[in-house]
């Protein structure tokens, strides 16, 4: 499940556009939005850019999810590090970070949901 871009982009550059995307303000927004058209098709997104291919291993990861009373409890770096090992992948500490970024905005618009529900 390793992203390799189009063009072959090398470990340095996928580690730069990770850092990249970790810096910029927008990315939880744009990770959100990308999020939430995945949860309305009710599968994962094409893996056709980096962005895609975090929200990918972000559903991986999300099939073991525990849950609490509440609802979903958050992915643990412990849950990232479970996953790398079995698939193989290679995930580096920004990315892992990215994919806990991803679930901050997927916890918020479930908790979100169960709220309006409760209207």
């Known amino acids: 499940m390793t992203f390799v871009g189009e063009d072959g982009e090398s470990q340095k550059q996928r580690d730069a556009k990770a850092s990249a995307h970790a810096d910029n303000p927008n990315f939880t927004q744009s990770m959100r939005n990308a999020l939430m058209l995945s949860l309305e098709a009710n599968k994962p997104p094409a893996i056709n850019t980096y ?4 929200i990918s291993c ?4 999300s099939t073991g999810r525990s849950y609490g009373s509440q609802g979903p409890m958050g992915l643990t770096f412990m849950d ?14 920004i990315e892992a970070q990215c ?3 991803i679930d901050q905005a997927y916890l918020e618009a479930v908790f979100e949901e ?6």
């Open 99 to 101: 994919i806990k970024s």
């Open 80 to 93: 990232i590090a479970a996953f790398c090992d079995v698939v193989g992948e290679d995930l580096d500490p």
């Open 58 to 61: 972000f559903w991986e990861i």
């Open 51 to 54: 962005e895609h291919w975090l």
């Open 114 to 119: 169960q709220n309006k529900a409760r209207r």
